[in-house]
């Protein structure tokens, strides 16, 4: 029997990027990684000087204490290191290791492993209107969204690791 959500876009969508998530996943684990924790240490490695625990959390548009339990499990891996930054000792700078820029080169290759493995399915020209029309659908629901209410399903990072 055929799903009733096979002719919805959305129905679709949702499938894709659980798939999506899931081959990735498959890649990160090869690796030693969670899904997630990939994101953390490329965003670290677009700031030399680290970052806040805040700024982390609201650049992967997750809650603290999400951003926290990933950079507790990376740092366990010595891929990070945390420094406080302020006199009280609240305020904690996270920056990659040369051990976590080593793991960015491993992270690298597996995204352009399932990227290649999506660009197969497609010629040049159907992946640049998928591109394009998945552009349209992020910007149209965007419109109706605050950025700052929600975590756009990235919240539960390695929930289920334990």
């Given at each position: 029997?055929?799903?009733?959500?096979?002719?919805?876009i959305?129905?679709?969508?949702?499938?894709?990027?659980?798939?999506?998530?899931?081959?990735?996943?498959?890649?990160?684990?090869?690796?030693?990684?969670?899904?997630?924790?990939?994101?953390?240490?490329?965003?670290?490695?677009?700031?030399?000087?680290?970052?806040?625990?805040?700024?982390?959390?609201?650049?992967?548009?997750?809650?603290?204490?999400?951003?926290?339990?990933?950079?507790?499990?990376?740092?366990?891996?010595?891929?990070?290191?945390?420094?406080?930054?302020?006199?009280d000792?609240?305020?904690?700078?996270?920056?990659?290791?040369?051990l976590?820029?080593?793991?960015?080169?491993?992270?690298?290759?597996?995204?352009?492993?399932?990227?290649?493995e999506?660009?197969?399915?497609?010629?040049?020209k159907?992946?640049?209107?998928?591109?394009?029309?998945?552009?349209?659908?992020?910007?149209?629901?965007?419109?109706?969204?605050?950025?700052?209410?929600?975590?756009?399903?990235?919240?539960?990072?390695?929930?289920?690791?334990?």
């Open positions: 029997m055929k799903h009733p959500g096979r002719k919805s959305g129905f679709q969508l949702v499938l894709a990027a659980r798939l999506h998530r899931t081959r990735m996943a498959m890649l990160l684990d090869e690796i030693g990684l969670f899904p997630g924790q990939e994101q953390a240490l490329q965003v670290l490695a677009e700031h030399e000087n680290g970052m806040t625990m805040g700024e982390l959390s609201r650049t992967l548009r997750v809650r603290p204490p999400t951003a926290s339990k990933t950079i507790a499990r990376l740092s366990a891996q010595k891929l990070v290191g945390r420094e406080g930054n302020s006199p000792g609240r305020v904690v700078r996270v920056g990659l290791t040369e976590g820029r080593e793991k960015l080169e491993r992270i690298g290759i597996a995204t352009d492993q399932l990227e290649a999506l660009n197969d399915l497609f010629d040049s159907d992946a640049k209107r998928l591109r394009k029309s998945l552009r349209r659908i992020t910007k149209q629901l965007g419109e109706h969204i605050n950025p700052d209410d929600v975590t756009n399903g990235l919240d539960d990072e390695g929930d289920d690791e334990d």
